[in-house]
Protein backbone atom coordinates (compact mmCIF):
# COMPACT_ATOMS: atom_id res chain seq x y z
CA UNK A 1 0.00 0.00 0.00
CA UNK A 2 1.36 3.39 -0.81
CA UNK A 3 -0.04 6.71 0.02
CA UNK A 4 1.31 10.35 0.41
CA UNK A 5 1.20 12.69 3.32
CA UNK A 6 1.29 16.07 2.51
CA UNK A 7 1.36 18.94 5.04
CA UNK A 8 2.00 22.64 4.85
CA UNK A 9 3.32 24.33 7.37
CA UNK A 10 3.90 28.15 6.86
CA UNK A 11 3.08 31.00 4.52
CA UNK A 12 5.33 34.12 4.01
CA UNK A 13 6.21 37.11 2.20
CA UNK A 14 9.46 36.74 0.94
CA UNK A 15 12.01 39.59 -0.18
CA UNK A 16 11.14 42.08 -2.26
CA UNK A 17 7.41 41.80 -1.37
CA UNK A 18 5.53 44.88 -1.34
CA UNK A 19 3.71 46.38 1.82
CA UNK A 20 0.01 45.55 0.14
CA UNK A 21 -2.27 42.66 1.16
CA UNK A 22 -1.39 39.37 -0.57
CA UNK A 23 -3.90 36.66 -0.15
CA UNK A 24 -3.23 33.21 -0.58
CA UNK A 25 -6.26 30.35 -1.45
CA UNK A 26 -6.49 26.87 -1.51
CA UNK A 27 -7.86 25.56 -4.19
CA UNK A 28 -9.60 21.97 -4.72
CA UNK A 29 -12.34 20.06 -5.34
CA UNK A 30 -15.82 19.07 -3.14
CA UNK A 31 -17.45 16.26 -2.75
CA UNK A 32 -19.51 16.82 -5.94
CA UNK A 33 -16.18 17.23 -7.77
CA UNK A 34 -16.39 21.22 -8.28
CA UNK A 35 -13.66 23.21 -7.91
CA UNK A 36 -13.63 25.52 -4.65
CA UNK A 37 -11.14 28.00 -3.62
CA UNK A 38 -10.83 29.12 0.18
CA UNK A 39 -8.93 31.71 1.53
CA UNK A 40 -6.18 30.75 3.95
CA UNK A 41 -3.80 33.53 4.56
CA UNK A 42 -4.00 37.60 4.34
CA UNK A 43 -0.48 38.77 4.51
CA UNK A 44 0.87 42.02 4.43
CA UNK A 45 4.89 43.01 5.31
CA UNK A 46 4.24 45.78 7.99
CA UNK A 47 1.25 43.93 9.97
CA UNK A 48 1.59 40.08 9.23
CA UNK A 49 4.46 39.02 6.85
CA UNK A 50 4.27 34.99 7.70
CA UNK A 51 1.18 32.87 9.05
CA UNK A 52 1.55 29.44 10.52
CA UNK A 53 -0.09 26.76 8.86
CA UNK A 54 0.58 24.06 11.12
CA UNK A 55 -3.53 23.33 12.18
CA UNK A 56 -4.66 22.80 8.64
CA UNK A 57 -5.66 19.45 7.23
CA UNK A 58 -6.00 18.93 3.45
CA UNK A 59 -6.87 16.16 1.53
CA UNK A 60 -4.42 16.32 -1.72
CA UNK A 61 -4.82 17.34 -4.26
CA UNK A 62 -4.88 20.82 -3.53
CA UNK A 63 -3.12 23.99 -5.70
CA UNK A 64 -2.04 27.28 -3.59
CA UNK A 65 -2.93 30.23 -5.46
CA UNK A 66 -1.71 33.92 -4.85
CA UNK A 67 -5.58 35.82 -5.25
CA UNK A 68 -4.35 39.07 -4.74
CA UNK A 69 -1.54 40.90 -4.23
CA UNK A 70 1.59 40.60 -6.15
CA UNK A 71 4.14 38.96 -3.69
CA UNK A 72 6.48 36.79 -3.75
CA UNK A 73 4.85 34.47 -1.29
CA UNK A 74 6.95 31.44 0.08
CA UNK A 75 5.24 28.36 0.71
CA UNK A 76 7.02 25.45 3.37
CA UNK A 77 5.72 22.04 4.71
CA UNK A 78 6.85 18.57 4.05
CA UNK A 79 5.99 15.84 1.99
CA UNK A 80 6.19 12.19 3.10
CA UNK A 81 5.66 8.95 0.63
CA UNK A 82 5.49 5.54 2.64
CA UNK A 83 5.15 2.43 1.20
CA UNK A 84 4.04 -0.99 3.03
CA UNK A 85 3.99 -4.55 1.41
CA UNK A 86 1.00 -5.35 3.45
CA UNK A 87 -2.14 -3.19 4.06
CA UNK A 88 -2.81 -4.92 7.34
CA UNK A 89 0.62 -4.35 8.72
CA UNK A 90 0.62 -3.18 12.39
CA UNK A 91 3.48 -1.53 13.59
CA UNK A 92 4.73 -3.74 16.75
CA UNK A 93 6.93 -1.68 19.36
CA UNK A 94 8.30 -5.67 21.06
CA UNK A 95 11.30 -5.46 19.20
CA UNK A 96 14.83 -5.55 20.76
CA UNK A 97 18.04 -3.45 20.32
CA UNK A 98 19.03 -6.35 18.19
CA UNK A 99 17.10 -6.10 15.47
CA UNK A 100 17.67 -2.72 14.73
CA UNK A 101 19.47 -2.06 11.40
CA UNK A 102 22.08 0.36 12.33
CA UNK A 103 21.96 3.23 9.90
CA UNK A 104 25.11 5.17 8.17
CA UNK A 105 25.86 8.56 9.27
CA UNK A 106 24.20 11.36 6.86
CA UNK A 107 27.87 13.04 5.35
CA UNK A 108 27.65 16.66 3.78
CA UNK A 109 27.17 16.98 0.05
CA UNK A 110 30.47 17.07 -1.72
CA UNK A 111 31.12 20.61 -3.18
Given at each position: ?41 NLKLS ?6 LDNFK ?54
Amino acid sequence: MEFTISAPTQVCLTDGAKDECNVVEVVGRNHENQEIAVPVANLKLSCQPLLSLDNFKLQPPVTFRLAAGSGPVHLSGWHRIMHREDASFEEDDDFSEEEEEELAPIMPAKK
